[in-house]
């Protein structure tokens, strides 16, 4: 006999085509859940960066700004104007009298508020055309090893024609003792009839304060921010040494690309999202780098999350999918199970069956048809039993005549033999037989 398979009854497959439904409907739902959640989470961590990075652009062009302000007004000083003019017109005369010492001693008082009054200002200092200088500090002469004229921001300065040029960060070391990093403001000091240069005003810039703004807008555990100039410089990364070192570095010839096409460029790249905006008043692309890593970092909680879920739901829908499958085959195994009393001979009726209306239907059919069985059984036993009797009568019709002829021919060959008890016994008994057939 042929062995059933445990995955041949109507039970199995429910079980197995259900959970294959289930389980792939879940795990759909679960991937595309997940990849949704994951990129709206995204979206809103780079449209809050976004603004974020709009923002801090915003305080960058008003920082800016403000010191393009002190700039503009310690420039247009009329005693700055006059101490450079007269230098300009007699350099002896700077350091010899006592009116130019006075007038000296103005301007760096007047500088010393100007610094004393920005944190953020590390130094203000007036170069004047014979490499001497004023400062807003007691020290006022520039070190000698300094060389500021080959600086490049001293170039720019003097290409620029009076227009303030913003540089990108490096070490000051214009005044002996003093190595600092700084972000300097530069313009050239024209007279008032604005054309004949007398000066250049430098203001530098403290690298914290550029570091504080860079660093309200980090997004994550490992973000940052890094700022560049026109000219692809760095004016602030959180890791200048390793930069300038050539040890660390960033995509900057996207970064010069993009930021020309797109106001708010974005770029991703070894799981780095990079987000840039330009300073219109200085031309600085600030540029904002967020992890995937700290953006999904909380996700092993959503996945697992997810998991429980998934895990709830596929148990549930177990459990409604046995209900349904045993709703099903409960009284499918009843009926089996009454059907199988055909074998026996007892030919069970199924009767009313608690199920679907198709298997009621079943089990009446079923009803109909052992009923049809039993009267056909009923006739085919009266049909025997007629039958049985109309053989016995034709087998007695066709056995009398012959034992009829034999018993008197026995009768005679005694009744010849002179044996009269014989005679006598035999016809009694025959007409005995006769009489009870």
Known sequence: MRRRSRFATLESRFYIIFTAIFFTTILGLQIVSFRFTVSAVRNATIETKSTLLGQLVERI???IADMERISRAVASDSDVLRYLSAARQSVAADD???QNEELVADIEERLTHYTQAREDISTILILRSDGKAVAGSPVTDVAEWAGYRERPWYRETLEAGGTTVVSGSYVQNLIAGRYSWVVSLSRQILAEDGVTPLGVLLVDLKF?????L???????????TFILDEQERYVFHPAQQLVYSGIRSEPLEWLHDETAQAELPEYQAEGRNYMAAVSEPTGWRVVSVSFDSDMIKGWSYVQVTYAVVGLVVFIALGLITNFISQGITRPLHRLQETMRSVETGEFMEAGQIDATDEIRELAREYDLMVGRIRDLMAVNEREQELKRKSDLKALQAQINPHFLYNTLDSIIWMA???KSPQVVQMTSALARLFRVS
């Open 208 to 212: 914290n304060r550029i570091r504080e």
């Open 96 to 98: 010899t009298t006592r």
């Open 61 to 63: 062009n008003t920082y």
């Open 214 to 224: 860079c660093d309200s807008l980090i997004v994550g555990d490992n973000g940052y």
């Open 416 to 418: 010849e033999m002179d």
